[in-house]
């Protein structure tokens, strides 16, 4: 690993100079795969700032130039537009892989193309992780746990997911790519890392992917009534998007396999959501109720006891804190003015 790192990415800090807090690291190459998405983006973020050289590898299916472009002329950045579903040839230390899309309007767009995406690709960054002795660290999903028949959901549970239903080409996707990931482990020595990832949000969402935060405060904001699918009593919990990187970058650099969930426990239903986003944007904001979408998990929320005990981390951002921030951003937008705010 270190002749690969001397030979493709010279230190930028000479020998001995004295490194500001948080570099006092080798720069590592690091691949990300979907990197010009929502997560993928502040995570590059935040990559390129503690000095590492990034590869962002993204077919922009949901992706954006436009979330990473601030990156553009640095040496230490480079854009590569790829599917991962076809073979990747690169040299790096770690793979971030979590090219997949991921809310349901865009993965149920064109299913057969997201299993596809969550298995070969999955398996085409796998095969490039064992030739080239890098560390691979999966972005599996909550959903792997389904229609949940525990509360809170803890890693040991198996879950409880329908394989023929019209979301297995994302959550079986994900438990194929899970499976996939333990058996390079096993059989090929690959370093793994697995997150399951619980709702997510912030800045640079898609406005208009149809995830219950960012439906929300893109209709409070145009003053159109919030759609609240069921009778909204269904729950979720909503992490703000540094924690979750915060998170992916402790499992990374840590010795655990996992897999860990990475959420906030704080658990709202559908119409507490829609409060607190009249509180923040408009409180006069109206909601409108309409018919709930196939095998909607009822009840959401993640255990995070391992992640806190073994890797230190627990989120730090609540809603109430998180929501404004993105609001800002979708504000800006919605609204015309362009310029990209971080988290
Ligand atoms: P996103 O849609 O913003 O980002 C996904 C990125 O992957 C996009 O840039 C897209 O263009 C790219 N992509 C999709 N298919 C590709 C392909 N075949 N080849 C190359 N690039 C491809 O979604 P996100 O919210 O940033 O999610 C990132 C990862 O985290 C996904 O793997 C998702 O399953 C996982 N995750 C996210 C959440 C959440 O709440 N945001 C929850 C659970 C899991
Ligand atoms: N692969 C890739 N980049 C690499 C090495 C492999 O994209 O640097 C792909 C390869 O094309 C294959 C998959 O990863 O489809 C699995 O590779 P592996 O070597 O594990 O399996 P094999 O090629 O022997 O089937
Ligand atoms: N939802 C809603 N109104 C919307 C979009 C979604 O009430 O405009 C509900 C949806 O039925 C689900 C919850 O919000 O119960 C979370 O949906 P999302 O698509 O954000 O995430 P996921 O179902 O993948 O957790």
Same mark, same amino acid.
């Given at each position: 690993?270190?002749?690969?790192?001397?030979?493709?990415?010279?230190?930028?800090?000479?020998?001995?100079?004295?490194?500001?807090?948080?570099?006092?690291?080798?720069?590592?190459?690091?691949?990300?795969?979907?990197?010009?998405?929502?997560?993928?983006?502040?995570?590059?973020?935040?990559?390129?700032?503690?000095?590492?050289?990034?590869?962002?590898?993204?077919?922009?299916?949901?992706?954006?130039?436009?979330?990473?472009?601030?990156?553009?002329?640095?040496?230490?950045?480079?854009?590569?537009?790829?599917?991962?579903?076809?073979?990747?040839?690169?040299?790096?230390?770690?793979?971030?892989?979590?090219?997949?899309?991921?809310?349901?309007?865009?993965?149920?767009?064109?299913?057969?193309?997201?299993?596809?995406?969550?298995? +070969?690709?999955? @398996?085409?960054? !796998?095969?490039?992780?064992?030739? #080239? &002795?890098?560390?691979? /660290?999966?972005?599996?999903?909550?959903?792997?746990?389904?229609?949940?028949?525990?509360?809170?959901?803890?890693?040991?549970?198996?879950?409880?997911?329908?394989?023929?239903?019209?979301?297995?080409?994302?959550?079986?996707?994900?438990?194929?790519?899970?499976?996939?990931?333990?058996?390079?482990?096993?059989?090929?020595?690959?370093?793994?890392?697995?997150?399951?990832?619980?709702?997510?949000?912030?800045?640079?969402?898609?406005?208009?992917?149809?995830?219950?935060?960012?439906?929300?405060?893109?209709?409070?904001?145009?003053?159109?009534?919030?759609?609240?699918?069921?009778?909204?009593?269904?729950?979720?919990?909503?992490?703000?998007?540094?924690?979750? +990187?915060?998170? @992916?970058?402790? !499992?990374?650099?840590?010795?655990? #396999? &996992?897999?860990?969930? /990475?959420?906030?426990?704080?658990?709202?239903?559908?119409?507490?959501?829609?409060?607190?986003?009249?509180?923040?944007?408009?409180?006069?904001?109206?909601?409108?109720?309409?018919?709930?979408?196939?095998?909607?998990?009822?009840?959401?929320?993640?255990?995070?006891?391992?992640?806190?005990?073994?890797?230190?981390?627990?989120?730090?951002?609540?809603?109430?804190?998180?929501?404004?921030?993105?609001?800002?951003?979708?504000?800006?937008?919605?609204?015309?003015?362009?310029?990209?705010?971080?988290?």
């Amino acid at each position: 690993r270190m002749a690969i790192v001397r030979k493709h990415q010279p230190s930028v800090i000479s020998p001995g100079a004295k490194l500001p807090l948080g570099l006092q690291r080798k720069p590592l190459r690091v691949v990300v795969t979907g990197g010009a998405g929502f997560v993928g983006s502040h995570l590059v973020d935040k990559l390129m700032a503690r000095g590492d050289s990034v590869i962002v590898v993204d077919n922009f299916f949901t992706g954006r130039k436009e979330n990473v472009m601030h990156h553009f002329g640095n040496p230490r950045f480079e854009l590569i537009r790829h599917d991962v579903v076809e073979p990747l040839l690169l040299e790096v230390d770690q793979i971030y892989h979590l090219a997949c899309p991921a809310s349901p309007v865009h993965y149920k767009f064109n299913p057969v193309k997201t299993i596809k995406t969550n298995v +070969v690709g999955t @398996l085409n960054m !796998l095969g490039l992780a064992k030739r #080239i &002795g890098a560390r691979f /660290l999966l972005t599996s999903t909550s959903e792997v746990y389904g229609d949940p028949l525990q509360h809170p959901q803890k890693e040991e549970y198996w879950g409880n997911v329908n394989p023929i239903g019209v979301r297995s080409c994302y959550d079986e996707g994900k438990r194929t790519a899970e499976t996939l990931t333990m058996d390079y482990h096993r059989g090929a020595d690959v370093q793994v890392r697995i997150a399951r990832i619980f709702n997510t949000y912030g800045p640079r969402m898609c406005i208009d992917d149809g995830r219950v935060v960012s439906n929300f405060v893109a209709q409070a904001l145009r003053k159109e009534p919030m759609t609240v699918y069921g009778d909204g009593k269904q729950t979720r919990s909503f992490q703000y998007v540094s924690d979750l +990187v915060d998170g @992916l970058m402790r !499992l990374m650099e840590g010795e655990h #396999i &996992g897999p860990f969930n /990475l959420g906030n426990p704080g658990e709202f239903t559908m119409l507490e959501l829609a409060e607190v986003v009249k509180e923040v944007i408009d409180p006069l904001a109206k909601i409108e109720f309409r018919e709930n979408t196939a095998d909607d998990p009822h009840k959401r929320k993640p255990d995070i006891s391992k992640a806190k005990e073994l890797l230190g981390w627990e989120p730090k951002v609540s809603l109430k804190e998180g929501l404004p921030r993105m609001v800002e951003d979708f504000r800006g937008r919605i609204f015309g003015d362009r310029k990209e705010k971080s988290a």
